[in-house]
């Protein structure tokens, strides 16, 4: 998905202090050349080092004051030393020629030898292992990533022109569908069937924890567990996540900020929230029958009517979402003030969910899936002689909640949990006390947030052709979620890396 290229010269790997986290990137031919010409500069060290150990040992021979005819001898050899074996084999040819005729012939002889053999190993192993500055190709290789295309993403939509605002709306919508869909798979290749994938990521799974939490909805509604009994909510949270760390926001410890994202789902029962009844056929202006389904959610910003005004949720449709920050339209937040869902320092969506006519051949438990009514599979033009169980409900409604904090690791300050459009503005007025770089690392950080809440709706309308199916267990919707919060992270990663 990401759009980017790989920045190739010298540049600062900041997981370790400035000297030593110096990195070339190359590409691999002139790698190779690289290598080459290290392994020559190798070879040249070398045979200036025995040089330079030849010059000192002659200069200590010349200004002792006592010397025999094989001092002297030595003293010639270092003054027209050659390379390391040269004066391996003349250190044994001087031993051989000088024994018992000098004292202490071995020690002054054979040490020539010995030290020219060691400095001659030491430097043909930094020849062969020089190769070890280049990541092998089975490696994953740290490269800093250059994106193809910097700043921010719009689309082109002029209200005055329809055809140009609709051209607009399709790139704007196709984008971001692709965007979910990418995300989804790649959630479901690393996170849940832990299989590499190629992505750019300098962490290719984020951590996040889930667990089960009481239920945050008690006004006319519940949360649903197994079979539609009472239950609890489901929470996920990432964090503090490192701009440095987790997300190769490649920068000094002193540029850094973290961040954290929770979100809170559960399966509701919005049965009670309407004054109309909840499923009804109605009649289509063309004479088709409609079956409609009522959820008691604003359907336009209507101040009087709140949040009974019965948003209709029309079947077949897969999937249907409401959506709403708190802080985007004042009529909005006043409109559903008092609905047992809303929340004004979170992000919301209702996430409405129909099988149509999806079956199993086993009970499912589950409260978002839940199928026990029984009918033979000869009804449904399939194999006959078989029991099969079709969707209990006609449509079953999630409701999630999503907050963020972005927080300075200097100072420990955080801003408080809150929906998207309160924590840009305590960003965007700096009240943690950021400095210059972290304040622009916060704000690249916070422009690429994928919000798992629309993701949701993107990612999980993707048909599926198969109609019939096995059981499903009963906490399938808490994988369904998990897997929307893990897309929702590789999402993130994927905008911060093409920015």
Known sequence: MSNYTIHTGLWVNYDSAPALGATLTVSIRWGNYLIAALSSLVGWAGASAW????????????????????????????????????????????????????????????????????????????????AEVATKTYQDVLVLAKPSDCGDLSFMMDESDPDKLAGGIDEWTSYYNDGAFWGRNYARDVYVERRGRESGFSMPELPF?????????????????????????WKMDAGPLNSH???????????????????????????????????????????????????????????????????????????????????????YDKAITGYPFNNTEADMAMISTTQGRMFYYDRVDDPYFMAHDSATDEEYAMSPNATVYYPSQLVTVMVCTEQQQICNPLTGQCTPWSGMLKLRGAIGNNTIALNDAQLATALRLVASVSSMISQTARAATKKNGVRGGTSLPPNQWIKEIELWFAANLANTQATLLEW
């Open 209 to 233: 924890i889930g667990h089960e939490t009481p239920c945050p909805y008690t006004n006319g509604t519940t949360c649903l567990g197994p079979n539609r009994t009472e239950g609890a909510a």
């Open 51 to 130: 040089s330079i150990v030849s010059f000192y040992l002659h200069q200590r021979l010349a200004a002792a004051r006592e010397k025999d005819v094989l001092h002297q001898q030595l003293q010639v050899h270092f003054r027209t030393a050659g390379s390391f074996l040269d004066s391996w084999l003349d250190g044994i040819g001087l031993h051989k020629a000088w024994k018992g005729r000098a004292e202490k012939v071995k020690r002054r002889t054979l040490a020539v030898s010995f030290l020219a053999l060691v400095l001659f190993a030491l430097f043909m192993a930094a020849g062969v292992f020089v």
């Open 245 to 331: 760390v987790h997300f190769g926001m490649n920068a000094p410890v002193d540029e850094r900020v973290t961040w954290g994202v929770t979100a809170t789902c559960a399966v509701v029962d919005t049965q009670n929230l309407t004054t109309k009844p909840y499923w009804r056929l109605e009649k289509n202006d063309d004479g088709t029958t409609m079956n409609n389904t009522y959820i008691g959610i604003l359907q336009q910003f209507d101040e009087d009517r709140g949040y009974d005004s019965n948003l209709m949720f029309e079947v077949p449709l897969y999937l249907k979402r409401g959506l709403w920050t708190p802080g985007l339209n004042d009529a």
